[in-house]
């Protein structure tokens, strides 16, 4: 076993909405889960940013979709999350699970 990839708390967040999304995902998409689910604003510099680094990282991938009449042909990407990304995300959940633990009372919430 390779030692665990850690995530920044946005690339999780990416991670987390492209799996959600499945096919679905392409950036508006994911930019809409995140701003939806997190309550907080993402820019497009910042997601477009987050989405190259992770396919840097080999945590995603993508394939080019062509572009409908409404984007003026424009071609698309459409993002999914590689075994590795998915290995990612379970060992980064697993860690905040386990930190979490018995920290309901302390948090407030239970």
Do not use: N
Not at 51 to 59: I, S, V
Not at 82 to 101: F, K, N
Request: no cysteine; proline share 2%.
């Amino acid at each position: 076993m390779s030692d665990p990839v850690y995530l920044g708390e946005f690339e999780q967040l990416v991670l987390l909405a492209v799996l959600q999304l499945g096919r679905e995902a392409r950036a508006a998409a994911v930019r809409g889960r995140i701003e939806e689910v997190a309550g907080r604003r993402v820019s497009r510099g910042a997601l477009y940013a987050t989405l190259d680094r992770l396919a840097g990282k080999g945590l995603l991938d993508w394939d080019l979709e062509d572009g409908g009449a409404d984007r003026g042909g424009v071609p698309h990407r459409r993002f999914r999350v590689t075994a590795a990304g998915r290995e990612a995300v379970r060992h980064s959940t697993s860690v905040i699970r386990e930190l979490s633990r018995g920290l309901g009372e302390v948090l407030g919430g239970g």
